[in-house]
């Protein structure tokens, strides 16, 4: 069998059933064993495109993601994929063609050090050097890619390799002996968390995406049940916890609710779950809960005492050590005083925005969420239109918001709700998207016609880089320094590719648009021409200590 | 400016390309400062030995490191050896040129230290000399004197007993 069908074989035995990619010089023999698979290879316009498709497909599956492209300009156009997939911890892998091996370093066409350019932003990267190890180093990297912190691993295969002829043995048994995540939680840990969790006065559970990637969105539920602490949560982390429930704070940080960064403030007791202390939440750091202790539960021991120093750190999966707190925390504290504080803090910070007869971009959020009942995949780009989709929009349920969360990449929402749609046809997923993200990965319109992948553009369209504008208003004086974006005719655009446009330029439109979009069985771009200046609050300047947020309402 | 102190850490890695980049990389990245490395085989020869000595501003960046390091899917084993018992030792060569008329001074002070001349030609003499870090910058010190006109040294290797 040669290289290239046994990567064929591999993925097949890892449960793919699908590919994102874009094929190239250095990869026919793989693509001429792809056209004779049973696995679904979807083509995109933009190798970055591929890479997002399948981070998409792996946030809301929670299976491997899988692109390919060639070597060189192929690779490089990955990249970005790449790198976000690494910073919000998603599980793909990469594959790339490589010039061949008697090549490799000479400067040949289309060659580039994919392993060097890719090891500081995967989690582990190979160079098929030898056929012989191609079937374990695949395994490998589905391995290393699904387990622990998961993240992208890339595989860098050589054009002659794919050729090569070798016997195909699947590896049954891997052992990697440099590699042996933690999974379950230190029982002494555990116990010194539980005394810290029943003496506590002021408890708040703060969950980010590891809640997601470890699955434990319904211990989690229970595990605040129990102990009746709010919960908040990181971009990341939203739906990890039902955003209607009553113990619900929504998300905390720069564009967090006031009740969530006041509640975490005057906290006595934080309960971090697969979260990383991002600067974005944080704020300020010696003015971050001051008052509080901290207990960190991560997989991920790089993470605990980075940024915050932690009381009670605990290494492992979130959802086994959720379980073992659930049982070692016998008695739960009466801290009804406590929630009490909390009502009063939601009551009188309140997430709003000036409902005016204008045309608000929150409004078109909140008309998507009731449109679809809670119940769509969300995909965002990144600025205001992501902030406000994750404000507005009320996620109850895990592996619902697909979001690029530490590398902010915007073009990532459009590519990634293909992917998403391609994980989950059954549900309706929306890209939330602005004018000027939906450009940067905008000829992906095609993917979707071509492989009748039906998602809805809703483009929250005020004719500038929103969120830098926001910041050049607030902090430059106004001075708009290249922020104004124009656009194509979005309906034109929509409609010569062969999808639906519609323009909605009033309020009143705005909910009959949506419903048209959802009945419609076809590729749909709405344009919201929305306010061009709205800003997204509450926001706590950069540096600045949480609960010091700038609350305008415009 | 910061006031660093050293640390000394052994890596056991996976004997594998590219994980001398891996390690440096993430050095690099994360602006940690390395004041040498050293890196050889093991009587295992899949796995390799790094010495590597590393300037901390304070505890919590040396725990970084550490826990970075062990995050490299290549590193088996991370042993920090600021609080553990272990000898170390650095082989320097260092080029001096030594005018006859004190060739017997010279030979006084390479006899309190772990030194010898291994190459002689006219005044100039290369000396070689094992030592701990200490020693070696007592013995540099003093030669200075002499004259060095150049100076290499391998970096601090270290072993746990």
């Known amino acids: ?554 | 400016m910061a006031s660093f102190m050293r640390h000394t850490i052994s890596v056991l890695v996976e004997n594998k390309f590219g994980v001398l980049a891996r390690v440096a990389g993430l050095f690099s990245a994360r602006g940690y400062n390395i004041a040498s490395l050293a890196v050889s085989e093991t009587l295992d020869p899949s796995v390799s030995y790094m010495t590597i000595v590393v300037e901390a501003e304070d505890e919590k960046i040396l725990e970084q490191i550490k826990k970075q390091l062990n995050k490299l899917i290549d590193v088996i084993t991370v042993t920090d050896f600021t609080k553990k018992e272990h000898v170390d030792r650095e082989l320097v060569l260092v080029k001096v040129s030594c005018p006859k008329n004190e060739k017997d001074a010279l030979d006084t002070l390479l006899s309190k230290y772990v030194a010898k001349i291994v190459r002689a030609s006219g005044d100039s003499l290369v000396i070689e000399a094992v030592d701990e870090q200490d020693k070696i910058r007592q013995l540099l010190d003093a030669l200075n004197k002499f004259g060095i006109t150049e100076l290499v040294r391998t970096g601090r290797i270290a072993m746990a007993y």
């Open chain 1, 1 to 554: 069998m040669i290289g290239a069908q046994v990567l064929i074989e591999c993925l097949k035995r890892e449960g793919v059933e699908v590919i994102f990619g874009y094929p190239g010089g250095q990869v026919l023999p793989i693509f001429d064993k792809i056209y004779d698979s049973d696995i679904k290879f979807i083509l995109t316009r933009h190798e970055q495109a591929a890479a997002h498709a399948a981070d998409g497909y792996a946030r809301v599956t929670g299976k491997v993601g899988v692109c390919i492209s060639t070597s060189g300009p192929g690779a490089t156009n990955l990249i970005t994929g790449i790198a976000n997939a690494y910073m919000d911890s998603i599980p793909i892998i990469a594959i790339t063609g490589q010039v061949k091996t008697s090549l490799i370093g000479n400067d040949a066409f289309q060659e580039a050090d994919v392993t060097g350019i890719t090891r500081p932003i995967s989690k582990y990267n190979y160079l098929v050097k030898n056929i012989k190890d191609l079937a374990l180093i695949i395994r490998e990297a589905f391995h290393i890619a699904s387990t622990g912190r998961p993240g992208p691993v890339v595989i860098d295969i050589p054009s002659d390799i794919q050729m090569k002829d070798v016997e195909f043995i699947w590896p049954e048994n891997l052992d990697i002996r440099s590699y042996k995540p933690t999974y379950y939680g230190h029982p002494g840990q555990i116990k010194k968390a539980a005394k810290f969790i029943t003496e506590a006065k002021k408890p708040v559970i703060y969950a980010g995406g590891g809640v997601i990637s470890s699955g434990a969105y319904i211990l989690l539920r229970e595990f605040a049940e129990k102990i009746q602490a709010p919960v908040t949560w990181t971009l990341m982390g939203i739906g990890g916890f039902p955003a209607t429930h009553p113990l619900s704070l929504g998300m905390l940080g720069m564009h967090g609710t006031a009740y969530a960064n006041h509640a975490i403030t005057d906290s006595d007791l934080i309960i971090a779950v697969g979260a990383r202390f991002d600067d974005r939440v944080t704020g300020r750091l010696d003015s971050f809960a001051p008052t509080a202790k901290i207990i960190h539960i991560d997989i991920d021991p790089s993470s605990i005492s980075k940024n915050i120093r932690v009381d009670i750190p605990i290494v492992g999966d979130a959802k086994n050590i959720l379980k073992e707190l659930l049982d070692e925390v016998k008695k739960s504290p009466d801290i009804s005083d406590w929630l009490k504080y909390v009502e009063e803090l939601k009551a009188k910070f309140p997430l709003r925005y000036a409902d005016s007869g204008k045309l608000k971009p929150q409004y078109v959020v909140e008309q998507i969420c009731e449109a679809t009942k809670g119940q769509a995949i969300i995909a965002t780009e990144v600025g205001q239109n992501q902030m406000w989709a994750a404000q507005w929009y009320k996620y109850d349920f895990p592996r619902t918001f697909v979001s690029s969360g530490g590398l902010g990449t915007m073009g990532f929402g459009f590519p990634a709700a293909i992917g998403a749609k391609m994980g989950c046809p059954n549900k309706t997923v929306i890209d939330i998207a602005g004018d000027g993200s939906i450009q940067m990965n905008i000829q992906e319109i095609a993917t979707c016609i071509c492989n009748k992948i039906d998602v809805k553009v809703m483009i929250l369209n005020n004719g500038y880089l929103g969120m830098v504008r926001q910041w050049q208003e607030l902090f430059y004086k106004r001075r708009y320094s290249h922020v104004c974006i124009s656009s194509p005719d979005f309906v034109k655009l929509a409609e010569s590719y062969g999808a639906v446009g519609i323009r909605v330029t009033k309020k009143e439109e705005v909910r009959q648009a949506i419903d048209k979009a959802l009945s419609i069985d076809n590729t749909v771009f709405i344009d919201f021409q929305v306010e061009p200046e709205e800003n997204v609050f509450p926001m706590v300047p950069a540096g600045e200590a949480i609960n010091r947020m700038i609350e305008g309402l415009a």
